[in-house]
Nanobody, 125 residues
Framework: QVQLVESGGGLVQAGGSLRLSCAASGRTFSSYAMGWFRQAPGKEREFVAVISWSGARTSYADSVKGRCTISRDNGKNTVYLQMNSLKPEDTAVYYC??????????????????WGQGTQVTVSS
């Protein structure tokens, strides 16, 4: 089984920054895309960002485009989400995820087979 563990969440003021990390184990990391999703209280889980197996291809939700950067370090089996200019509406539990199909690159949550437990991001105004 694939294990994903997020870290780096916390409480920040609007305009601040956070870098989330997701450490993976249990599977060859470099063959699979990695995604970030978030879920606010009472809201559906939504796509944030995805990065391809090689790191060459990325995609972002319009709501975070220009403020967030996804990256990965395959040597460390870790994917990152750098978040800048944070807004109160960014408040959510952030999850990393990976599909069970090598090289699959998608923004669709239902295509992701493995999920971490999430890390809380709270942005105060």
């Amino acid at each position: 089984q694939v294990q994903l563990v997020e870290s780096g969440g916390g409480l920040v003021q609007a305009g601040g920054s956070l870098r989330l990390s997701c450490a993976a184990s249990g599977r060859t990391f470099s063959s699979y895309a990695m995604g970030w999703f978030r879920q606010a209280p009472g809201k559906e889980r939504e796509f944030v960002a995805v990065i391809s197996w090689s790191g060459a291809r990325t995609s972002y939700a319009d709501s975070v485009k220009g403020r967030c950067t996804i990256s990965r370090d395959n040597g460390k089996n870790t994917v990152y989400l750098q978040m800048n200019s944070l807004k109160p509406e960014d408040t959510a539990v952030y999850y990393c995820a990976t599909p069970n199909t090598p090289s699959l690159f998608t923004e669709l949550a239902r295509m992701y087979a493995y999920w971490g437990q999430g890390t809380q991001v709270t942005v105060s105004s």
